[in-house]
């Protein structure tokens, strides 16, 4: 029994005395130094602040509009022929060329005859004219050997007196004059001729059918001259005048058109709180009615200021700069806002203006730039 307490007893002390070695020797020990972790530069985009005079530049997009689109109506009685060119949509004309031909044969021969009794009554008053108005006489003779029953009547010599003009009213040849003028207007809506130049877009009628005064025959559109609404924000519509050039552009194309700004709304779509600005395009090949197209509207020159890439810019309107190699956070003045840039002020000439986005800036690190 003693033994195993004398074991017991010098284990005991075995582990203690361990314990107390272990604690001695820990205390002895120095305790290291940390190593500094080693200073990372940092590479950023920068440029130097140099303001200057810049033209405004809008981008907007909208729909192509012939510039002119018109109804036409019958004015007379008779039956539809085609003119000069096909009566069939999509058929292109000149201006000037007749495009349709409402026709009547009864309506020229009987005008003929009007000519023909008109230039009897001429002939009846000539002698009393020789006898009563020889000063005018000459002129009425020259005007009666001028008249041609086929052709459009000549301008009637004026009355040199009021006794002259009672003579002709009391023989009704100025009523029968104007008459006359009166039917060859109505015969030439007989046909129908191109406003300008363009194409039928909607023909109504068929050639051979009857038509008469106000049966709609077709709609045509112009096109050598488009025009092209697009919105603008308020902001940038004061940037713009009439007469401002524009360069027009479509997606699945890779031609331009000019064109000009034509007029300037004066009033506020309410829901866009965007203003209509209207560009006119001449016609050209690619542009048809009814086109998405993207203008740029080349405004004003905007004066000292400077352009930056907009993701460059964090918190709306601030920005960093490098000084001493470190960041510094600025504020700034947004003049204008492209699709991808941005004209500013606010900051001095010369300073190192970031113009790349950063992410997660924290610490102290040394920024060095990159041009």
């Known amino acids: 029994m003693k033994r195993k307490f004398w074991i017991f007893l010098a284990a005991t002390g075995i582990i203690l005395t361990g314990f107390i070695v272990m604690f001695v020797l820990f205390s002895l020990k120095e305790e290291s130094k940390k190593t500094p972790k080693p200073q990372v530069d940092v590479h950023v985009k920068a440029r130097q602040v140099e303001y200057k005079d810049m033209q405004a530049v809008i981008t907007s997009s909208g729909r192509l509009h012939a510039f002119n689109e018109v109804v036409v109506n019958s004015e007379v009685s008779g039956r539809l022929k085609e003119g000069e060119v ?21 309506f020229p021969l009987s005008l003929k005859a009007r000519k023909s009794r008109f230039l009897q009554s001429v002939a009846v008053i000539l002698p009393d004219l020789r006898l009563d108005f020889s000063e005018s006489f000459p002129r009425w003779q020259e005007f009666f050997e001028n008249v041609d029953i086929e052709e459009p009547l000549p301008d009637m010599p004026k009355p040199e007196s009021s006794k002259e003009r009672i003579f002709l009213s009391s023989r009704s040849i100025i009523s029968d004059y104007y008459s006359i003028l009166a039917d060859q207007a109505r015969l030439e809506k ?19 059918v009857v038509v008469n005064p106000g049966t709609q025959l077709a709609t045509i559109v112009r096109t050598d ?10 902001d940038e519509v004061k940037l713009l005048s009439v007469g401002d050039s524009v360069s027009v552009s479509a997606e699945s194309s890779s031609a331009t058109w000019k064109g000009r700004v034509s007029r300037i709304a004066s009033v506020v779509n309410p829901s866009s709180q965007a203003v209509s600005v209207f560009v006119s395009v001449p016609g050209g090949t690619g542009l048809y009615d009814g086109m998405y197209l993207t203008a740029e509207l080349f405004g004003e020159m905007i004066p000292e200021v400077m352009e930056m890439p907009r993701n460059a810019v964090f918190n709306n309107n601030h920005v960093y700069v490098v000084e001493e190699k470190r960041l510094i956070e600025k504020p700034i003045e947004i ?15 010369g300073e190192e203006l970031v113009v790349e986005p950063l992410l997660n800036v924290t610490g102290n690190p040394i920024y060095k730039i990159l041009r």
């Not at 001729?193 to 194409?199: H, I, K, M, T, W």
């Not at 001259?225 to 308020?234: C, D, F, G, R, S």
């Not at 003049?335 to 000439?349: A, I, M, P």
């Open 225 to 234: 001259l488009y025009e092209l609404e697009v919105p603008v924000i308020l």
């Open 335 to 349: 003049v204008k806002r492209n699709d991808k840039t941005l004209f500013l002020r606010g900051l001095k000439e």
């Open 86 to 106: 096909p009566f069939r949509n999509g058929q292109k004309f000149r201006e000037g060329q007749v495009i349709a031909v409402v026709e009547n044969p009864e």
């Open 190 to 208: 007989h046909y129908i001729r191109a406003p300008f130049s363009g194409a039928f877009n909607n023909v109504a009628q068929d050639p051979g």
